[in-house]
Structures are given as C-alpha cells and as structure tokens.
C-alpha cells in the first residue's frame, strides 16, 4: 500500500507549526545568526586588518580574533548538532508542547558523533552514486533516509541505522522520491521567499539582515524537513509492526493443532 505523500507533507507541516516546533525553529534561528555574525564579523575585522601572513609573523596577536571565533562557531556547531537530534526525538514523539531536557541529553554524545561521521560517510556514498550514474545516488539518497532517526531515536551507531533504514523503505521508495522532491521543491520556494533579504547585502547592516533573512528560512526548513521525515519514519514503522503482527498471527495460527 503507497503511502500519502500529502497527508504526510500536512502532518509535517502540522507538528513543525506546534508550540515545540517553533520553539525548535527559533533555537535554530538565533544559533545559526550567532554562528553567521561572528563569522561576518571577523571577516569584516581581517579587511580591516589587511590581514597577511607577513603580517602575522610581525604580531601574532592578530590571530587571536580568528581563533576565538574559530572556538566559538565551534561551540555552536555542536549546538546545532545537538538541537537536529533533539528535534527529531520530538518529532517522533507526540509531544507537542514542550522540549523535555533528556531529548537533548539522552546519549548525547554517541548520537552526537554517529550523526557527525555518519554524514560524512553519508555524503561520500550518495556522492560516489551520482558521479556514478546519477540514478544509483538517488537510490541511495533514498533509501538510506532514515538513518539519522535510526540514530537519535533507536540510539544505533550510524551502520547498523544505513541497514535499517534500507530494510525500513523496502517497498516504499518511489513513494519517498516523490515526498523528497515535494519537500525540496518547498524548501526552494521558502527559500527564494526570504532570498529577497540579499537585496539589502554591500554594508555591514545589510549583510546582517541578509543573514537573518537566510537564517529564517535555513530554520524553517530544517525544522520542517525533520518533521516529515519523523512522520514518514512513524507511518512506516507502524506498517511494519502490523504487518510483522499478522505474520505472527498467521504462524501461530498455522502451528495450532487441527480440532
């Protein structure tokens, strides 16, 4: 049985519009500003500088800002990190109101370094797929979707979720291009909506609300995106209990004794 893309698309849009939900955007928001602030910042302090090597041998000290910022948007990466997990856990919760503290806290740092290394190998294998043949990227990029939830829901390190997820969307794959496409085609139009934000770019100011403008729509999107995939996550697995629930029913039913 297809699965409703649009039913899906709706019930992600319902849960990432919750109170939690837009909580969840809102960290986001202000984490990615900081993120991007700092970064203008000590770009626009390096022009100022005329920052060059010779220069740097000449005072050392002029490294200090690039390498507290480098430590600070660090930190904040983490942060995001761990926000990205602990908005999937809500998602595939049904909480809806709040953010429990062990969303954020709970093995923390296994998923934390399962998500970190699993994308990486994530973006080499999809990568490999589309320079190969464009087709077997999609292919993986599809089946391997839910692999992140594998991770901060079921706490499996990021091989054995590449496993589930493929045995999760047996079945289930064009259906889920279909969602991607619909969820990326969203994502462009928010995308371009809040792009408008770059017309006030040149000054310093105007880099700044470009990027809060950027940084609104990256929030919304993720938060979004993270929605549906939880909620295709949960439709999927429940089919797979009752179908799972059947069979065994149907074994049991099949070893009784004939009366």
């Keep these: ?20 939900g837009l909580m969840l955007m809102g960290i986001i928001f ?9 970064g203008l910042s000590v770009d626009r302090w390096v022009t100022r500088q005329q920052f060059t090597p010779s220069g740097v041998q000449a005072d050392p000290s002029l490294l200090v800002p690039p390498l ?15 926000v990205s997990i602990a908005a999937i856990r809500v998602f595939v919760s049904d909480e809806t109101e709040h953010l429990p503290q062990e ?21 080499i294998v999809v990568g490999l797929g589309l320079v190969a043949l464009v087709v ?25 979720a590449f496993r589930s ?9 064009l259906n889920l291009l279909f969602l991607g496409v619909a969820v990326v085609l969203l994502t462009v139009l928010v ?13 310093f100011a105007g880099d700044i609300v470009a990027l809060v403008f950027a940084q609104a729509a990256s929030a919304i ?18 089919r797979d209990d009752e179908e799972f629930g059947q069979t065994s029913s149907e074994d049991a039913t099949a070893g009784r004794p004939a009366a």
């Excluded at 939830?149 to 990021?158: C, I, K, L, P």
């Design 191 to 203: 995308n371009l909506v809040f792009g408008l934000g770059d017309l006030a770019s040149g000054s």
């Design 221 to 238: 999107t993720t938060v979004f995106s993270a929605a549906v995939l939880a909620t295709a996550y949960t439709e999927l697995t429940s």
């Design 30 to 38: 202000v984490v990615s500003v900081l993120n991007g602030v700092v």
């Design 68 to 82: 507290g910022a480098s430590i600070v948007s660090f930190v904040l990466g983490i942060a995001l990190l761990v």
């Design 1 to 20: 049985m297809p699965i409703n893309i649009t039913s899906m698309l709706k019930q992600g849009y319902s849960r990432s519009t919750k109170r939690n």
């Design 136 to 160: 077997p990227g999609i292919f993986l990029l599809v089946t391997l979707a839910f692999w992140t939830v594998y991770v901060a829901v079921e706490d499996q390190n990021f091989i054995t």
């Design 103 to 123: 969303y954020f806290t709970r093995n923390i740092v296994w998923a934390g370094v399962n998500l970190f290394v699993g994308m990486i190998v994530y973006g």
């Design 165 to 173: 997820s493929w045995s999760l969307t047996r079945g289930y794959r």
